[in-house]
């Protein structure tokens, strides 16, 4: 042990700020690749939270307080751990999810020795980049033998578990006379209706306001095919303006507000240097197709989409004259000639072709998507969405399609589209000649042969698996 500072004073171990300030101070002078956070000592559940400091009044951190400390941190954790009584809770996991991969807690009372502090911290001494699902397994595996064999007679409810937050999924429900709480629906929620847009709990409000940005506020910068995050594995974690405050004071001045999601305030900045600042990086934006959290991914490819609006219309295309913002709507307008112009939303029908119990699935010619899709296309001048399906099917695979069902829209904000998902009867006769100029391969797939989807995030993929699981209407 040694001392890292000079007496702070007395300070409540129950006060958000305080766990705010240290987590900073852990960050700015011990910088490393992985963070474990661990509440020591007492819990009180959903009910009164973490802690009883005796100093100041027998206090309590609520959740709330652990959120909004976590929040206020900024810093993305491994696992957060409560070596306390009774923290594992649903109201927990909903708390901390944004800002850890794991939680590990008891729903038990918890003995005085609590956790073990010598066996799985030397594995970790000894291999730091072990995986944390493991790590964990070894610090629970330790606190139920020392339990056992320190309080033989005492304990019999050794009681520690290891959650996988990134897989955490709920409603949030807001009732006739507006309060929202949570519904404990782990056991209901269907994988398969999730894609990309499915972001609840969350909430996405794409309203437009003026707004001027606050330190606390987040922001995109994205360069070409990139955007900037925090320069940690795996992780979409977007910077503040309070994480640039010192290098780059003016940076909120002239930001441009995007959206919200929650109370999480997005804007747009224009610089694309910003990985000069330590800990930041510009990574692809193919990570908004792997990132397990989808309200990061959604609210990263949506900001990209915009930000694309914004760049293609510095000019009118009118009159060539610089564009202005609108102060009250998402529009730009030409203070020349009056042009307007707003987001750039392309129509796009998604087909699954269907016989029996077989499905038409198609490989596109020469893109880097190399997985099975369906038949896709643009809406073109004068046509309705049945008759986009009717001509896309014939162009792309040659058949005849009848009996057409409107399924499900999806944003697709990859390619400013909106798309539309229908399942189509085959029509007639089964052969597929293919447009070779869009097509590498069409093919007649049975049921049981149709890859399920694992990225989960597309409609392309959602319709594949409600026909494979036969959800499809
Ligand atoms: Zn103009």
């Known amino acids: 042990m040694r001392l890292l ?27 490393v690749d992985r963070y474990l956070l661990i ?50 809770t649903l109201e927990t996991d909903f708390v901390v999810e944004p800002y850890a991969d794991y939680l590990i807690a008891s729903e038990e009372l918890e003995p005085g020795i609590g956790w073990y502090y010598t066996g799985w911290p030397n594995e970790l001494s000894q291999n730091s980049s072990v995986e944390t699902i493991e790590l964990g397994k070894k610090l629970i595996d330790d606190y139920v033998l020392e339990v056992k064999r320190q309080t033989p007679n005492d304990w019999n409810i050794e009681n520690l578990a290891i959650t996988n937050l990134n897989y955490l999924m709920s409603y949030k429900i807001i009732d006739i006379y507006g309060n929202s ?3 404990p629906a782990i056991t209901n ?42 320069e940690e594995k795996d992780k979409l974690w977007y910077p503040s303006f309070a994480d640039f405050q010192d290098t780059h004071p003016a940076l909120k001045n002239e930001a441009q507000f995007l959206f919200n999601i929650d109370e999480i305030n997005y804007f747009l900045v224009k610089q694309q240097d910003l990985d000069t600042v330590k800990g930041w990086t510009y990574v692809t934006t193919g990570r908004f197709r792997t ?17 694309r609006w914004y760049q293609n219309h510095n000019f009118c295309s009118r009159c060539g004259h610089q564009m202005k ?17 707003y987001p750039v939303i392309s129509p796009c029908v998604i087909v699954a072709v269907h016989e029996g119990d077989r499905l038409l699935l198609t490989k596109y010619a020469g893109r880097s998507y190399k997985n099975f899709a369906l038949i896709a296309g643009f809406v073109e001048i004068g046509e309705s969405l049945e008759e986009t399906v009717q001509r896309e099917v014939m162009e792309e695979v040659g058949l005849k399609v ?57 409609l392309t993929g959602e319709m594949m698996e409600a026909f494979r699981t036969k959800r499809m209407p």
């Open 402 to 458: 009848k009996n057409i069902q409107f399924y499900k829209s999806q944003p697709w904000p990859f390619t400013d589209t909106i798309l539309a998902g229908f399942f189509a009867e085959l029509d007639g006769d089964d052969k597929i000649i293919i447009d070779e100029d869009e097509l590498s391969m069409g093919v007649w797939m049975d049921r049981d042969k149709v890859p399920p989807d694992e990225s989960r995030i597309s």
């Open 39 to 88: 509440f020591w000592d007492h819990g009180g559940g959903s009910v009164t939270g973490y802690g009883y400091d005796e100093h100041f009044k027998g206090d309590h951190m609520t959740l709330d307080g652990i959120e909004r400390a976590l929040f206020n941190a900024g810093t993305q954790l491994d696992f957060i751990g409560f070596d306390a009584c009774l923290m594992a």
């Open 5 to 31: 500072e000079d007496n702070l004073g007395k300070k409540s171990m129950v006060e958000p700020a305080t766990l705010t300030d240290f987590i900073r101070y852990i960050e700015s002078n011990f910088p």
């Open 189 to 230: 929620y269907r994988k398969e209706d999730l894609m990309i847009q499915d972001i609840r709990p969350r909430i996405f409000n794409n309203k437009f306001t003026n707004k001027k940005a606050e330190p606390k506020d987040l922001f995109l910068s994205y360069k070409e095919e990139t955007v900037l995050v925090k």
């Open 291 to 307: 990132e397990l959290k989808y309200w990061r991914s959604f609210a990263g490819t949506v900001g990209w989409q915009l930000n």
């Open 181 to 183: 709480y949570w519904t």
């Open 325 to 341: 913002s609108s102060e009250n709507e998402r529009m730009l307008y030409c203070e020349g000639c009056g042009f307007q112009t």
